[in-house]
């Protein structure tokens, strides 16, 4: 039986050209890194009205060396600085993949962009919530850092503010260029 589960995910991405500085900060802070070089590959889809690209709602399936999965975050709310998310993951078959995509597109979904990228995954779990620090690789789009708060509970969403602005604000010192759009969209963009 697939495994599902839903969390709420706060996060903002940033262009960074100080990134070992980053991590070496981070690791004083005592983030612990928990992933290293993964590859993903995820394949993003949208409604045939593109409405999923236009209010930033997500369809995917990522596929790893370890894992499967079928995501799908419904539209942001937060405010401009922010936005949060709720993320439902269902785990599928390591060689599910290709019935994932077929039970998707014959939902009348199209495939939209793939984006492959390489992680490495600095953790610390403060009252309950799990901070994450995300290198990312982008193929054709280049380094980025993306700080995310991940919740199983429910929060107020000026709770939320607080806690991501001060968990950002730890990283000024970085030469952080914050990136608004979806690692989907920067591809694409990039793309054409």
Wanted: proline share 1%.
């Amino acid at each position: 039986m697939p495994e599902t589960h839903a969390v709420v995910e706060t996060e903002k991405k940033f262009r960074c050209d100080t990134m070992d500085e980053l991590i070496d900060h981070a690791i004083c802070l005592g983030f612990m890194k928990v992933q290293e070089n993964t590859k993903e590959h995820d394949m993003y889809f949208t409604d045939k009205e593109y409405t999923f690209i236009e209010q930033k709602i997500c369809l995917r399936i990522r596929q790893t060396d370890t894992h499967c999965e079928i995501t799908h975050k419904w539209q942001s709310y937060g405010t401009g600085a922010f936005y949060s998310k709720v993320e439902n993951n269902i785990q599928i078959a390591q060689d599910g993949q290709k019935n994932a995509i077929a039970l998707i597109e014959s939902l009348w979904f199209i495939r939209y962009i793939d984006v492959k990228k390489t992680r490495d995954l600095y953790r610390k779990d403060i009252d309950g919530l799990a901070y994450h620090i995300a290198i990312d690789y982008i193929e054709g789009a280049w380094y980025f850092v993306e700080f995310e708060i991940l919740s199983q509970r429910t929060m107020k969403e000026d709770q939320i503010k607080i806690f991501f602005e001060s968990f950002v604000d730890l990283f000024t010192d970085f030469d952080l260029q914050e990136e608004v759009l979806p690692y989907r969209d920067i591809v694409k963009k990039m793309s054409i």
